[in-house]
């Protein structure tokens, strides 16, 4: 699977953004998929995942309610829309892949499970 993000941006706190992740035809429809995201000095944390047929999703704890992860397997696309942000929320934005089997619905939350990874859009947002 091959990714691609893009939507980043600098914004207010309180505007909205909405992340893209595009992914090659074909592998990406049996990809289970997430976001996560990274600031200097800290570790990639987990923002949201999506099992591979994208009917089951899940999200952290610091976003939820705010962030939404949806996929649109027909694009090839996954897309994480981000509503009322904040200054904490500001962090280069990561997709990644992980291929799965057709039985497989499981969302994965661990960066560790991910095998691809696209090349993260900055997302700053100020005060």
């Known amino acids: 699977v091959q990714l691609q993000a893009s939507g980043g941006g600098l914004v207010q706190a309180g505007a909205s953004l909405t992340l893209s992740c595009i992914g090659s035809?074909?592998?990406?429809?049996?990809?289970?998929m997430a976001w996560f995201r990274q600031t200097p000095g800290k570790e990639r944390e987990f923002v949201a995942a999506v099992n591979w047929r994208g009917d089951s999703t899940t999200s952290a704890d610091p976003v939820k309610g705010r962030f939404t992860l949806s996929k649109d397997r027909n694009k090839n696309t996954m897309y994480l829309q981000m509503n009322s942000l904040k200054p904490e929320d500001t962090a280069a934005y990561y997709c990644a892949g992980k291929n799965v089997i057709y039985s497989n619905d499981l969302v994965y939350i661990r960066a560790s499970d991910y095998g691809y990874w696209g090349q993260g859009t900055l997302v700053t947002v100020s005060s």
């Open positions: 035809r074909g592998t990406f429809n049996r990809a289970a």
